[in-house]
T-cell receptor, first 112, second 115 residues
Framework: DQQVKQNSPSLSVQEGRISILNCDYT??????FLWYKKYPAEGPTFLIS?????DKNEDGRFTVFLNKSAKHLSLHIVPSQPGDSAVYFC???????????FGKGNQVVVIP | DVKVTQSSRYLVKRTGEKVFLECVQD?????MFWYRQDPGLGLRLIYF???????EKGDIPEGYSVSREKKERFSLILESASTNQTSMYLC??????????????FGPGTRLTVL
């Protein structure tokens, strides 16, 4: 049972434009959310996170928005750069639980 | 910086062979994880360990076992490799700090091909 869902498996965007990645979750116990970025033949690297006490967290070009009532979060990348071309995984965890539940990932291609 | 290393980047084995994948972390983390990544399926948890000699099954433990004899080292074992175990294997670790959320740090992955 997929607790974290990422629809629209791939996204193509022009360099300089905004990339928006969406993530939905079903488990109401989740209260911490993370985004990871993965290049081919490398391990995922942590990008940005947000806890449920916030609805927005920003780090440079990356902003994550959380809508708890809708059980939805999104990652905005502005402006998109060719180096952002990667697979992005959404992940969630609950307080006191060491496990992360991952979505299936979104492939982003930034066109120069 | 946290460093998680995996013993091989690429590995080719034959059906029926016993395969060992080794993972070492240098940040004194309590928790260690093994995932596999397959196209369209994302990251799936095979096993994890929250302490030396402790292990917990993840979502897809069948066909795998693990060993954690030392805190820094977590091994994934394929007792008899099969072609459907061809995949990218990713090791991760995280701190077991109480009272906080603990992000997982990943190794570079091992691309295993079983012929």
């Amino acid at each position: 049972d997929q607790q974290v869902k990422q629809n629209s498996p791939s996204l193509s965007v022009q360099e300089g434009r905004i990339s928006i990645l969406n993530c939905d979750y079903t488990n109401s116990m989740f209260d911490y959310f993370l985004w990871y970025k993965k290049y081919p033949a490398e391990g995922p690297t942590f990008l940005i996170s947000i806890s449920s006490i916030k609805d927005k967290n920003e780090d440079g070009r990356f902003t994550v928005f959380l809508n708890k009532s809708a059980k939805h979060l999104s990652l905005h990348i502005v402006p998109s750069q060719p180096g952002d071309s990667a697979v992005y995984f959404c992940a969630a965890s609950a307080w006191g639980n060491n496990r992360l539940a991952f979505g299936k990932g979104n492939q982003v291609v930034v066109i120069p | 910086d946290v460093k998680v290393t995996q013993s091989s980047r690429y590995l080719v084995k034959r059906t029926g062979e016993k395969v060992f994948l080794e993972c070492v972390q240098d940040m004194d983390h309590e928790n260690m994880f093994w995932y596999r990544q397959d196209p369209g399926l994302g990251l799936r948890l095979i096993y994890f360990s929250y302490d030396v000699k402790m292990k917990e099954k993840g979502d897809i433990p069948e066909g795998y076992s693990v060993s954690r004899e030392k805190k820094e080292r977590f091994s994934l074992i394929l007792e008899s490799a099969s072609t459907n175990q061809t995949s990218m294997y990713l090791c991760a670790s995280s701190s077991g700090r109480r009272g906080s959320y603990n992000e997982q740090f990943f190794g570079p992955g091992t691309r295993l091909t079983v012929l």
